[in-house]
């Protein structure tokens, strides 16, 4: 699975943005996408994930009822939908995937990564 994040860039505190998470046209699926980011000099850490389906998502405490996560499988892609934006929201936004269609919260349980996208939000 090759994945293609984008959608990051400069918003004022309480803008939103949305971001994307592409897979490559070769993967058919199964997978279960998770949106995790890092910020400079901090661990990466988990934001949403998605199960193949889409019944089954998982917040971090942080995005609970500001982010979404969704899917759209005809498109091959996952989108983030992230309102209210604070300036603790900057970091570099990568998307991963593990190929058993299920969403996990831990990133070791993801086996494939795409490039990060870049989120900067000023107060």
């Known amino acids: 699975v090759q994945l293609q994040a984008s959608g990051g860039g400069l918003v004022q505190a309480g803008e939103s943005l949305r971001l994307s998470c592409e897979a490559s046209?070769?993967?058919?699926?199964?997978?279960?996408i998770g949106w995790f980011r890092q910020a400079p000099g901090k661990q990466r850490t988990f934001v949403a994930s998605i199960n193949w389906s889409g019944r089954t998502t998982y917040y971090a405490d942080s995005a609970n009822g500001r982010f979404t996560i969704s899917r759209d499988n005809t498109k091959n892609t996952v989108y983030l939908q992230m309102n209210g934006l604070n300036p603790e929201d900057t970091a570099v936004y990568f998307c991963?995937?593990?190929?058993?269609?299920?969403?996990?919260?831990?990133?070791?349980?993801?086996?494939?990564w795409g490039q990060g996208t870049q989120v900067t939000v000023s107060s």
């Open positions: 046209r070769r993967s058919s699926g199964p997978y279960g």
């Open positions: 991963a995937a593990q190929p058993d269609g299920h969403a996990y919260t831990l990133a070791r349980h993801y086996r494939y």
